[in-house]
């Protein structure tokens, strides 16, 4: 069974960086489809990026120009860094793997907190 390990969340002012990763467990991550998730109180969970093995990205409007997601299979990583942070930003960031369609794991969340 797949395990999901994101780290990285934290405080930062507006305008500011973060990385986020997610460690996964199991020697198949090469062939998981990795996806950044987002819940901000009191509204839906809402795709922020996706990652496929083909290599293709797709992003939110919402990041778009400011959020980078990355890959490193051979660390089992994927990477969101986030740049340019917005009190909107502000959720509990959670990595999702899938394998062709199937739902795998999610991991258990961190919070990323946007404030002056």
């Known amino acids: 069974q797949v395990q999901l390990v994101e780290s990285g969340g934290g405080l930062v002012q507006p305008g500011g960086s973060l990385r986020l990763s997610c460690v996964a467990s199991g020697s198949a991550f090469s062939i998981y489809t990795m996806y950044w998730y987002r819940r901000a109180p009191g509204k839906e969970r809402e795709l922020v990026a996706s990652?496929?093995?083909?290599?293709?990205?797709n992003y939110a409007d919402s990041v778009k120009g400011r959020f980078t997601i990355s890959r490193d299979n051979a660390k089992n990583t994927v990477y969101l860094q986030m740049n340019n942070l917005k009190p909107e930003d502000t959720a509990v960031y959670y990595c999702?793997?899938?394998?062709?369609?199937?739902?795998?794991?999610w991991g258990q969340g961190t919070q990323v907190t946007v404030s002056s």
């Open positions: 990652i496929y093995i083909s290599g293709m990205i």
């Open positions: 999702h793997a899938t394998q062709s369609g199937v739902p795998l794991a």
